[in-house]
């Protein structure tokens, strides 16, 4: 696996996150989810204050490539909720999924965490699988305005 270098993410960061995760959804997400439900989901981020909130309340760490753009994100709160896993439309199939997910899931060892849950896209449950994850439960869970079907996955460290 390619290494990325790696930062934690600040209120700095909030205009490249929120590109990042509206050309991931609308591009990627699109195989997997209606129109209007992609452009719904791309709309969860638009409201600054919140992904301010976000970033307090978890740690977020973005993969970096060599010109020290941010090629993808993920973040994981102390209860070992994995909040988000974003990659780059551009950078899909590169390792930097993987790097992301071994970072956050080293960060749940440090916390004490022994199981890591999420709530995981139709898109992204394939990758989580290949990583050990299982799925709990399917879910209708409300993007902003719509209700998507994800899936509820956990791994025990």
Request: hydrophobic residues 40%.
């Given at each position: 696996?390619?290494?990325?270098?790696?930062?934690?993410?600040?209120?700095?960061?909030?205009?490249?996150?929120?590109?990042?995760?509206?050309?991931?959804?609308?591009?990627?997400?699109?195989?997997?989810?209606?129109?209007?439900?992609?452009?719904?989901?791309?709309?969860?981020i638009?409201?600054e204050?919140?992904?301010?909130?976000?970033?307090?309340?978890?740690?977020?760490?973005?993969?970096?490539?060599e010109?020290?753009?941010?090629?993808?994100?993920?973040?994981?709160?102390?209860?070992?909720?994995?909040?988000?896993?974003f990659?780059?439309?551009?950078?899909?199939?590169?390792?930097?999924?993987?790097?992301?997910?071994?970072?956050?899931?080293?960060?749940?060892?440090?916390?004490?965490?022994?199981?890591?849950?999420?709530?995981?896209?139709?898109?992204?449950?394939?990758?989580?699988?290949?990583?050990?994850?299982?799925?709990?439960?399917k879910?209708?869970?409300?993007?902003?305005r719509?209700?998507?079907t994800?899936?509820?996955?956990?791994?025990?460290?």
């Amino acid at each position: 696996m390619r290494r990325y270098e790696l930062r934690r993410l600040t209120a700095d960061d909030i205009p490249a996150m929120q590109r990042l995760f509206r050309e991931t959804v609308l591009c990627v997400n699109a195989r997997d989810y209606s129109r209007k439900e992609v452009e719904d989901w791309a709309s969860c981020i638009d409201n600054e204050e919140q992904v301010k909130d976000w970033l307090a309340a978890h740690w977020f760490i973005a993969a970096l490539d060599e010109t020290g753009q941010i090629v993808g994100f993920s973040s994981m709160n102390v209860e070992g909720y994995l909040h988000s896993l974003f990659v780059h439309k551009d950078w899909q199939g590169r390792g930097v999924a993987s790097f992301l997910l071994a970072e956050v899931e080293d960060k749940a060892r440090e916390y004490g965490v022994k199981e890591i849950f999420s709530e995981v896209s139709i898109t992204a449950k394939p990758f989580f699988e290949k990583r050990g994850y299982v799925v709990e439960m399917k879910q209708k869970q409300r993007a902003n305005r719509l209700e998507l079907t994800n899936f509820v996955m956990k791994k025990r460290l």
